[in-house]
């Protein structure tokens, strides 16, 4: 089976603070995604990155960063956490070939006082 | 936004099949149909998805109409522990890239 690690469940930083969320997979599987889910507005998607080194914007990338150093490992920074970055994150990986579904980790969810 | 409507929540008994529908009516050619669950507190969990022919695996089924402005996904003997958010989703390209857009879902209860 697929495994996505995300590293915490749950993390409170403080505002203005860097916050790192960091992604692990263990498939080989060359997409990594980040999303962030709120309460009524679903999933939205952060950043994504094809391979190592590359990354792609999403539809709400700002105030976020993204670090793909590894193949397997793809971390979500938040340069200087605000109180509305409060959220659930959302980690998923797929391989690269074909319509190949999303895997997900079980989330992590970020309160910024 | 969502390519897909789903009614917002629907109850099934445990033991009975619990059919879960879905509308895609403006899908293209190329775009798959994907199904995913989300339990409170977990991750979304991928269920299954279709192109165009019927599909079956160890967890449901995905019957998707000849013209492809619909779906059901199946769930042939619900149990309490199928009870979840289930989210189908067309998956876009744009750009050149892919992602999932996902919509609100439909709480499906399944009861004692």
């Known amino acids: 089976d697929v495994k996505v690690t995300q590293s915490s469940r749950y993390l409170v930083k403080r505002t203005g603070e860097k916050v790192f969320l960091e992604c692990v997979q263990d498939?080989?599987?060359?997409?990594m995604f980040w999303y962030r889910q709120d309460p009524g507005l679903g999933l939205r998607l952060i950043y994504f990155?094809?391979?190592?080194?590359?990354?792609e914007k999403g539809d709400i990338p700002e105030g976020y960063s993204v670090s793909r150093e590894k193949k397997e490992r793809f971390s979500l920074i938040l340069e200087s956490a605000s109180t509305n970055q409060t959220s659930m994150y959302l980690c998923a990986s797929s391989l690269r070939v074909g319509n190949q579904p999303q895997h997900f980790g079980d989330g992590t969810r970020l309160s910024i006082l | 936004d969502a390519k897909t409507t789903q009614p917002p929540s629907m109850d099934c008994a445990e033991g009975r099949a619990a059919n879960l529908p879905c509308n895609h009516s403006t899908i293209s050619g190329n775009e798959y149909v994907y199904w995913y669950r989300q339990i409170h507190s977990q991750g979304p969990q991928y269920i299954i998805h279709?192109?165009?022919n019927n599909e079956t695996n160890e967890m449901a089924s995905l019957i998707i109409t000849e013209d492809r402005k619909s779906s059901t996904l199946i769930l042939p003997h619900a149990t309490l522990r199928d009870t979840a958010v289930y989210y189908c989703i067309v998956r876009v390209t744009q750009g050149g890239s892919e992602k999932l857009v996902f919509g609100k879902g439909m709480k499906l209860t399944v009861n004692p």
């Open positions: 279709g192109l165009k």
């Open positions: 990155s094809y391979d190592v080194k590359m990354k």
């Open positions: 498939m080989d599987h060359e997409n």
